[in-house]
């Protein structure tokens, strides 16, 4: 069974039902780990799509292990807080170990954090964390760098701003290349690579690369007007900044998004970049462009 086995956590978020499908669409048998709580439509949804559903009342090893058994892969699509990247994807790597699964993807789907300092992005230092249980273990692990989401370019962030029509840097960073991929197309790589028994430790994707002088000169031929380029200051300041505003928002801690962790990522986009992408590694993906995500 295992050679085409996988099982999926978090299948019924909006990344791992697209995981799920693009693994039905490669001709895996996917196996979705779900809550009894989990929305029943969702899960109902997966059903349709041709997934097995396994249901656990508590997401503990002892539940997991029989669910992962006779798994390729066990891909983790988890989102949240301590609670979910460290707490219960420990449980999930436990249970795939204990169940003998040879490979594990975490949910590390983010901008390559290796290169970003602790401090400086509060959701990246709980990967972190993770990372340091998956190094720790014998199983064979696979992080997928995928940078941001590309469709963060419609939300009106300070980077790519419709509302003000206006394209932010900082420090000298005009030029500087911020990686994007879409949920689809990491989707479909991260199925291809759950498949692929000779991944490697770290993946790096980017449906495209862009700067904010080419949002600006993006803006003009799809935005209809031509978007001011603005300097916001020194990245040592935005670093400080984002500090002083963590630590006076501690009910902030138990929020996945509050303003400072996302001031947090537009401050990480800035930092660290893919040197190269591995995006040729599976040949039959046709990757998003630009064009189509502002």
């Known amino acids: 069974m295992m050679e085409n086995t996988i099982v999926v956590a978090g299948a019924t978020g909006n990344l791992g039902e697209r995981i799920c499908k693009e693994l039905i669409k490669r001709g895996a048998h996917v196996k979705a780990i779900v809550r009894s709580s989990s929305d029943p439509q969702k899960v109902e949804n997966l059903k349709k799509l041709g997934v097995e559903i396994v249901t656990v009342n508590q997401f503990t090893t002892e ?6 058994q006779g798994a390729l892969c066990v891909v983790s699509a988890v ?16 249970a795939a170990v204990a169940a003998g699964v040879p490979h594990f993807i975490p949910s590390d789907f983010s901008s390559d ?19 340091a249980h998956i190094d720790d273990s014998p199983i064979k692990a696979t992080s997928i760098f995928n940078g941001c989401f590309a469709d963060i370019l419609r939300y009106n962030t300070p980077l790519f701003n419709v509302k003000d029509q206006t394209v932010a840097y900082y420090d000298d960073k005009a030029d500087w290349e911020i990686d994007f ?4 197309d990491t989707a479909a790589f991260t199925a291809a690579a759950a498949l692929d028994v000779t991944a490697p430790r770290f993946l790096k994707i980017a449906s495209f690369r862009v700067s904010p002088k080419d949002l600006v000169m993006l803006s003009e031929k799809y935005k209809g007007k ?11 300041g935005f670093s400080a900044y984002n500090k ?8 902030g801690e138990n929020q996945l ?34 064009e189509e995500n502002i």
Request: charged share 20%; proline share 4%; hydrophobic share 40%.
């Open 226 to 236: 031509k978007f001011e380029l603005v300097n916001m200051g020194s990245m040592e």
């Open 257 to 290: 998004y509050p303003k400072w962790q996302q001031a947090q990522y537009m401050y990480s986009m800035f930092l660290a970049h893919h040197a190269t992408l591995d995006n040729n590694r599976y040949a039959d993906l046709q990757w998003s462009k630009v």
């Open 113 to 131: 954090f290796t290169n970003i300092p602790k401090g400086e992005n509060r959701n990246f230092d709980l990967r972190k964390e993770f990372q």
């Open 79 to 94: 989102t949240g807080l301590i609670d979910a990247i460290v707490d219960a994807q420990l449980q999930l790597l436990n």
């Open 63 to 68: 539940e997991l292990t029989p669910a992962c």
């Open 244 to 251: 002083i505003q963590r630590a006076q928002d501690p009910a």
């Open 181 to 184: 991929t879409t949920m689809d």
